[in-house]
Structure formats: C-alpha cells, structure tokens
Nanobody
Framework: TQGLVESGGGSVETGGSLRLSCQAS????????FAWFRQVAGKGRVGVAG????????YYDDAVKGRFTISLDNTKNTVFLQMTGLQPEDTAVYYC????????????????????WGQGTQVTVSS
C-alpha cells in the first residue's frame, strides 16, 4: 500500500526554522510530483511548495517564497521542506502530497488533486 510518512513538525518562536520530511513508500511507480500544503482550522488546504521529480523543478506560494525551500532525495523517495524565518501566520497543519501519475506534471502544482496524502504535522510559531 502506497503511503507518505511525515515528520519534523513542532513549535518554534518567530524567526525560527524547521525542516519537514516526507517519505514515500509502497509505490509501484515512484511519485512524479510532490507538494506541501498547509491548513488552518476552518479553512481549506493551501499549496505551499511543489516539486517535479523529473525536472527537479520547484514552485512556491508567494507567502513563503524566499523563506521556504523544497528539495528531493530521489534515492530515498523523500521530499523535504526547509522553513526559515517562520512567522506566526505560518502556524498550520502541514501536509505532504504525492502523485505517481504522469498527468500530475501537467497540472498546477497547487491543486489538491494528488494521489496520496500524508497524515499531517503541526507547525506552531509563537510571537
């Protein structure tokens, strides 16, 4: 059974850093697309960053550009989200998403139409 396991969430003060990890397992065909989303209570999931494994091309929401970095370890089928300069408005549950279908590369990275989702990890930034 294919799945995603996330780790690395936690609590930090404003200006701090965290690194989230998401390891994919059980895929017959490795994911072609990964993304990180975040969600606050009462609102929908919003794309934070995305990456295409073939081209290793990355994308970012304007709110995190310059502060967050998405990266990939193809050998371990793991995607990371390095978050720096964290602000209270970054507080949310962060979800990893992955898709092994080739069609994902032609979709906008921030759509929620991903094949598999992680369980979510809480990130809390205090002022």
């Amino acid at each position: 059974t294919q799945g995603l396991v996330e780790s690395g969430g936690g609590s930090v003060e404003t200006g701090g850093s965290l690194r989230l990890s998401c390891q994919a397992s059980g895929y017959t065909d490795n994911p072609k697309c990964f993304a990180w989303f975040r969600q606050v209570a009462g609102k929908g999931r919003v794309g934070v960053a995305g990456i295409r494994t073939g081209l290793v091309r990355s994308y970012y929401d304007d709110a995190v550009k310059g502060r967050f970095t998405i990266s990939l370890d193809n050998t371990k089928n793991t995607v990371f989200l390095q978050m720096t300069g964290l602000q209270p408005e970054d507080t949310a549950v962060y979800y990893c998403a992955a898709d092994s279908r080739w069609g994902c590369v032609s979709k906008a990275w921030w759509t929620t139409d991903y094949e598999t989702w992680g369980q979510g990890t809480q990130v809390t930034v205090s002022s």
